[in-house]
T-cell receptor, first 115, second 114 residues
Framework: GESVGLHLPTLSVQEGDNSIINCAYS??????FIWYKQESGKGPQFIIDIRSNMDKRQGQRVTVLLNKTVKHLSLQIAATQPGDSAVYFC??????????????FGQGTTLQVKP | DSGVTQTPKHLITATGQRVTLRCSPR?????VYWYQQSLDQGLQFLIH???????AKGNILERFSAQQFPDLHSELNLSSLELGDSALYFC?????????????FGPGTRLTVL
């Protein structure tokens, strides 16, 4: 069935280090992937997205990597800051969702940044 | 600030009651999505509307319904509430009718059913 899973529930990193958050997805036909950040008491905030015809996309301090062979998605955050502490969700839009862009979310990884 | 607004922020009610959650999308967006976030189920897609028409349904209970009005705001109606309906309810908006596109989320409504 449709599911997007995350490898680790909690990731703890030192301020200034790079963070890597991983996500495995099961629907090999998915064509769009997106990362959201959710801080306590707030709604998910868009970070970066990538389409299935790409392997890598970079934003400001963030990079998303897509490995379709092993159905793996990762989010890299450079020089992690205390403000990056949050829950990170990966999500996908399954191929064939031509009538909708509904998102299927993973369970989330909590990123803790130690000062 | 995503530009998506939701009211109320908090809602406390009793089992068996009915509530209405409201969402206003970003001014340029025609699509509205509703999601439920609970501790045990994570973020779950409920329903998608585009320009007033229903486009897709997810795991939405029959006790729940939604609509999108001509001014593009949307309402999610939850009836015969049960304890298990306690959750965060988010709406998100995007600019396209279907297919993948960035969705911008509102701040959510926290529903507590006692």
């Amino acid at each position: 069935g449709e599911s997007v899973g995350l490898h680790l529930p909690t990731l703890s990193v030192q301020e200034g280090d790079n963070s890597i958050i991983n996500c495995a997805y099961s629907n090999s036909a998915s064509d769009y992937f997106i990362w959201y950040k959710q801080e306590s008491g707030k709604g998910p905030q868009f970070i970066i997205d990538i389409r299935s015809n790409m392997d890598k996309r970079q934003g400001q301090r963030v990079t998303v990597l897509l490995n379709k062979t092993v159905k793996h998605l990762s989010l890299q955050i450079a020089a992690t800051q205390p403000g990056d502490s949050a829950v990170y969700f990966c999500a996908e839009t399954p191929l064939g969702s031509s009538n909708t862009g509904k998102l299927i979310f993973g369970q989330g990884t909590t990123l803790q940044v130690k000062p | 600030d995503s530009g998506v607004t939701q009211t109320p922020k908090h809602l406390i009610t009793a089992t068996g009651q009915r509530v209405t959650l409201r969402c206003s999308p970003r001014s340029e967006d025609l699509s509205v999505y509703w999601y439920q976030q609970s501790l045990d189920q994570g973020l779950q897609f409920l329903i998608h509307y585009y320009n007033g028409e229903e486009r897709a349904k997810g795991n939405i209970l029959e006790r729940f319904s939604a609509q999108q009005f001509p001014d593009l705001h949307s309402e999610l109606n939850l009836s015969s509430l049960e304890l298990g309906d306690s959750a965060l309810y988010f709406c998100a908006s995007s600019g396209v009718a279907g297919g993948p596109d960035t969705q911008y989320f509102g701040p959510g409504t926290r529903l507590t059913v006692l």
